[in-house]
């Protein structure tokens, strides 16, 4: 294994990391306030768009760090906008 395939790991790792711990803190807490659905939106359609780009369909890095963290940002897009839609209707 050359250095690129270990500096290809550290994406795979990190970025689903960071969604998911998005993802528990709104479980957690249960509001979407100041979290952005555009900023993850647009992270989602970034990282779908470099899995095709990258043409590695059925390499694992890519697999879990570019098509893996776009579905889970998918997910967490439905979380917020479910929360904000709570949030609203609480209000009214």
Avoid: C
């Avoid at 555009?38 to 095709?52: D, H, I, K």
């Avoid at 879990?64 to 949030?87: D, E």
Wanted: a positive charge.
């Amino acid at each position: 294994m050359n250095w690129i395939h270990w500096v290809g790991m550290i994406p795979a790792i990190i970025f689903p990391a960071a969604t998911m711990i998005q993802i528990i803190h709104l479980l957690r807490v249960k509001n979407a306030a100041g979290v952005s659905a555009l900023s993850w939106s647009a992270f989602a359609v970034g990282n779908l768009a470099l899995y095709v780009y990258t043409e590695k369909y059925l390499e694992w890095q890519a697999l879990l760090g570019l098509l893996g963290t776009a579905l889970l940002q998918l997910y967490l897009i439905v979380l917020i906008l479910y929360y904000q839609r709570q949030a609203t209707q609480t209000e009214v």
